[in-house]
């Protein structure tokens, strides 16, 4: 099984700063990594795919990076709706799809 | 645009066998060459993928649940159905269902997931 860490646990920053998550896979997953956004109380929302893709309707400030085994989401600007949990997950080597624990990015 | 909704009942007996459906809408569940995906999320926790379901009947299912998990499907309805057998307290989560696939511009991604159900919690105890 390939086991997914995300860092940091917590990231705290103040609108229009600069958000860097980061993801290591514990071997490599090539490029077959995706991002989701999830906000209390919803389901899980694609952000980026294969990496670096961004899917349907996800707005420019978002961008994926990586590959191998050390992967990173970034977030331009933080706008107020942008403070959520992100989980990224693996595609590469399944069953079983898996997904890293989670960075909550939360206000300053 | 497809939509998912889960339903079933919302606490479970420990011992006992949790069942849930998926019901897909705006589109049927045996066009694309997609899988269904059952997930689940402890409270506060992260997101456990348990199996899923090609519309064949083929299915994959998470290691570490697989002696416990069947997922099953039913065209005529469009729906697609978890049993997860001999429940624990550890078993308590939101359970989604969702379509594996995320297609986009001609080209589709399997194992990615763009269409989630809004979840239902079951909750073991008795």
């Known amino acids: 099984e390939i086991v997914l860490t995300q860092s940091p646990a917590t990231l705290s920053l103040s609108p229009g700063e600069r958000a860097t998550l980061s993801c290591r896979a514990s071997q490599s997953v090539s490029s077959y990594l995706a991002w989701y956004q999830q906000k209390p109380g919803q389901a899980p929302r694609l952000l980026i795919y294969?990496?670096?893709n961004r899917a349907t309707g996800i707005p420019a400030r978002f961008s994926g990076s990586g590959s191998g085994t050390d992967f990173t989401l970034t977030i331009s600007s933080l706008e107020p709706e942008d403070f959520a949990v992100y989980y990224c997950?693996?595609?590469?080597?399944?069953?079983?799809?898996?997904f890293g624990q989670g960075t909550r990015l939360e206000i300053k | 645009q497809v939509q998912l909704q889960e339903s079933g009942p919302g606490l479970v007996k420990p011992s006992q066998t949790l069942s849930l459906t998926c019901t897909v809408s705006g589109g049927s569940i045996s066009s694309g060459s997609y899988y269904w995906s059952w997930i689940r999320q402890p409270a506060g926790k992260g997101l456990e993928w348990i199996g899923h379901?090609?519309?064949?009947?083929?299915?994959n299912y998470n290691p570490s649940l697989k002696s416990r998990v069947t997922i099953s499907v039913d065209t005529s309805k469009n729906q697609f159905s978890l049993k997860l057998s001999s429940v624990t307290a550890a078993d308590t989560a939101v359970y989604y269902c969702a379509r594996d696939g995320y297609c986009s511009g001609g080209s589709c991604y399997s194992q990615y997931f763009q269409h989630w159900g809004q979840g239902t919690l079951v909750t073991v105890s008795s």
């Open positions: 997950q693996q595609r590469s080597n399944w069953p079983p799809l898996t």
């Open positions: 294969d990496a670096s």
């Open positions: 379901i090609y519309t064949s009947g083929s299915t």
